[in-house]
């Protein structure tokens, strides 16, 4: 695996290649990034990796200085299944005017995340284009997990006409139910125990939903549940992936989200509301 940390080192590395696969992390790599890459490896002749902590994401008071780094392990575990390049760039090479474009996607970028992390998505889009724009992937890959990222990201690709095919895929979970984070790091060992208590609940409400109950009763049950158990649940919604508006009635792309914190820590969750 070759390692670009400049965007000139790495057009000269992708230059005449073709059928380019891209995964954008920011780095502390898990099964949910490597799944990423493995599909990448598989469908593409060609895999780039970036490994970017992007500061224009976070929020004055999130966790930018904390955020977990590690370089070395994260580029061995990316060249054991394949990648290519990693490129990982400063954030003076990614960020070099004083006075910056930033993209805006609106509306599916307001809500959820968007009200409780302003100017995240935002942060998101820009570097995400700007990413597409060094790399110039054919396939970019994008993890569920954050099912509001993917709307984002897909309605970026559409508005701005990148040529670049979208590919999302489902979430990998610790054997317990807990969704691959990278910030699960930050989960206290007791935090950790209850964590997995969020997948058991959209599961067991996402059941009740598709059977026939009613969604709002069901979701404020499954709200109840989870904070007599110690979780702020910042929302729980039944939503339509794409524009990512709230429904009450399931259809078979509904998805059923949360985010909640436990012991400080913001959890992102969210399944198919279809039986799997
Ligand atoms: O999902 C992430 O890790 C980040 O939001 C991304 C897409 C790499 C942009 O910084």
């Known amino acids: 695996m070759k390692i670009a940390r400049t965007i000139a080192e790495l057009r000269a590395l992708r230059a005449g290649v073709s059928?380019?696969?891209f995964v954008p992390t920011m780095g502390a790599l898990h099964e949910g990034h490597l799944e990423l890459m493995r599909r990448a490896?598989?469908?593409?002749?060609?895999?780039?990796m970036s490994l970017f902590v992007n500061p224009t994401q976070f929020g004055p008071n999130e966790d930018l200085s904390r955020y977990p780094r590690q370089e070395a392990r994260d580029c061995?575990?990316?060249?054991?299944?394949g990648v290519d390049i990693a490129f990982i760039p400063s954030p003076d090479e990614v960020y070099r005017s004083t006075t910056p474009t930033t993209i805006h996607v609106p509306s599916v970028s307001e809500r959820w995340e968007g009200a409780f992390r302003p100017g995240h998505f935002d942060g998101v889009a820009t570097v995400v284009a700007k990413l597409f724009n060094i790399v110039a992937p054919d396939v970019a890959y994008f993890g569920r997990k954050d099912l509001q990222q993917c709307a984002v990201v897909s309605k970026l690709v559409h508005d701005l006409d990148f040529a670049i095919e979208l590919r999302f895929i489902e979430t990998i979970r610790e054997s317990d139910g807990l969704a691959r984070s990278s910030r699960n790091a930050y989960l206290t060992r007791s935090a950790r125990r209850q964590a997995p208590l969020l997948y058991s609940t959209l599961k067991t409400t996402a059941h009740r939903i598709w059977a026939g109950a009613d969604v709002r009763a069901?979701?404020?049950?499954?709200?109840?549940?989870?904070v007599t158990a110690g979780f702020?649940?910042?929302y729980l919604a039944l939503v339509e992936p794409a524009s990512m508006d709230e429904i009450d009635k399931p259809t078979p792309e509904s998805r059923l989200m949360a985010t909640a914190r436990l012991d400080g820590v913001r959890l992102l969750d969210n399944i198919p509301v279809q039986e799997e």
Do not use: C, M, W
């Open 19 to 21: 059928d380019v696969g």
């Open 41 to 48: 490896r598989i469908d593409t002749a060609f895999v780039v």
């Open 76 to 81: 061995e575990l990316a060249a054991e299944v």
């Open 218 to 226: 069901s979701i404020q049950q499954a709200i109840n549940t989870l």
């Open 232 to 234: 702020q649940v910042d």
